[in-house]
């Protein structure tokens, strides 16, 4: 622990103009967000012109007929164009949230007049704080509500992906608030008491309950969670099934159950995943990708998803996910008791005199939007890395678990994957810096050219791909 006080010690030193030199903390975090506002529209300007080509990449063009480009092409457009807007659109409310120096200090006082409607004074400031966070949060929610509605009833719905109604979207959100509550409130309190009872040494003790709450979330999700918004049934007994608990079976993969989820009672989109804790494993078959797929393709992926487990691609990026959260508890001291921080944002001096933690860290976090930027395109490669070694290692099960059957597992893969862009309407031509910042997978082409690369052969079936949607 002396270790660790003398290197927060040290941070915050380095640090200690936060507190000291008068700087326009408001106009630097308004400077920070239009940068990656520009960037991000930039970036969006680089990717638009590509959805003007006619004709697929040519390690596609057997696997994609002229009309099914065009759409995916057409889809691809329209969500450009959606994404430019709403990207404006929320950087203006920011702007205007931020600019007039009265969102936030409005925010909290108002949080202590509704405190002050239950007899309770500003002496109960973790419950002023955990009111703070959700009014702020709802607020913010309803000038992106449009957004939502929009994209998930006409954008979504034009190109058939859409099968939400109105009642079930309705539900859903009433659901998630819910849930926030639920999960956020205790979650809040926790992490503002410990600011209060470790004072400066809060640290080890905020990793802890972070760390703690991510493993509950890992054990309840899947039983109390997840069937609050779809269906989880075992999956029938049959090809599919026999297929991948004999996988599971050769990879001692440690398999406790297998779902089919209800995806299609919301969109047409497909996946599958896993999760659970280490000795026990569940996983989670989307009804559309069972529908859309052959059972040997779908076993191809979740030959993919036993990649990530085998190499223990969660765990890392789970660690790297701890540094991080570290990273920025561990500057955050020389942020929190910074009287000039909240007064730049336009808070009272009887609030400034004396900074409540869950301002601080909601402006400290402001403060940090462009660094969280370049963080996300980071995890972004490291992402993609992973992706191209599961895909290595489905394509080399049969080297693995010696088994002929599994010999032309990536083969089956690539036409897995070129279902999954066909059916999804995925775009196919991406612009190299845009697919860096925002994507966590390779593109397809370079899925499939790694696969070959890897010993699968070329993936000879392009009517699998060619089906109308």
Request: charge should be neutral.
């Amino acid at each position: 622990m002396d270790y660790l006080d003398a290197g927060l010690a040290a941070v915050e030193k380095q640090l200690a103009f936060v507190k000291t030199d008068p700087i326009n903390w408001q106009g630097l975090v308004l400077g920070f967000s239009w940068a990656v506002c520009i960037f991000e529209s930039y970036l969006l300007i680089r990717q638009f012109p590509l959805y003007n080509k006619t004709a697929p990449p040519p390690a596609l063009a057997d696997h994609f007929t002229p009309e099914v480009f065009a759409k995916s092409q057409t889809y691809g457009r329209d969500k450009a164009k959606f994404s430019f807007v709403s990207t404006i659109y929320k950087q203006l409310i920011d702007t205007v949230q931020l600019a007039s120096g009265l969102y936030y200090p409005w925010a909290w006082s108002a949080s202590g007049s509704a405190l002050q409607l239950f007899g309770y004074g500003p002496e109960y400031q973790i419950s002023q704080s955990v009111i703070f966070v959700f009014l702020i949060t709802f607020t913010s929610m309803i000038p992106t509500l449009p957004l939502s509605i929009y994209q998930t009833f006409w954008l979504e719905a034009e190109h058939g992906f859409n099968k939400t109604t109105p009642t079930l979207y309705i539900t859903d959100m009433v659901k998630g608030w819910a849930l926030g509550l639920v999960l956020g409130t205790p979650l809040l309190t926790a992490f503002l008491y410990i600011f209060e009872w470790a004072g400066d040494r809060f640290l080890p003790w905020l990793m802890a309950l972070l760390f703690g709450f991510q493993m509950l979330m890992v054990v309840i999700f899947p039983t109390f969670i997840q069937p609050l918004f779809n269906k989880l049934s075992p999956l029938e007994p049959g090809e599919l099934k026999s297929r991948i608990e004999g996988l599971a079976t050769k990879l001692k993969f440690p398999l406790k159950h297998l779902y089919e989820i209800d995806g299609s009672k919301r969109s047409s989109h497909s996946n599958a995943y896993f999760y659970g804790l280490p000795w026990s494993k569940h996983i989670v078959i989307f009804d559309t990708l069972i529908k859309q797929s052959k059972p040997d393709e779908v076993e191809a992926v979740l030959a993919h998803e036993l990649g990530h487990w085998y190499f223990q691609h969660p765990s890392k990026l789970l660690i790297v996910s701890q540094i991080h959260i570290f990273a920025i508890l561990a500057a955050f001291p020389a942020f929190r008791h910074s009287t000039l921080l909240l007064r730049s944002f336009g808070f009272p001096p009887e609030v400034a005199a004396n900074p409540p933690p869950i301002i601080s860290f909601l402006l400290y976090q402001m403060v940090l939007t462009p660094l969280e930027a370049t963080v996300g395109m980071a995890m972004n490669a490291v992402s993609r890395r992973y992706e191209y070694q599961a895909d290595k290692f489905a394509a080399e099960l049969p080297t693995l678990v010696k088994d002929d059957d599994a010999r032309d597992m990536g083969v089956r893969l690539g036409r897995a994957l070129v279902q999954l862009h066909v059916k999804n309407l995925s775009t196919v031509w991406v612009d190299w810096l845009y697919s860096a910042y925002h994507h966590s997978h390779p593109t397809l082409t370079e899925r499939l050219k790694a696969l070959e690369k890897y010993g699968g052969a070329k993936v000879e079936e392009p009517a699998a791909g060619k089906e109308e949607l």
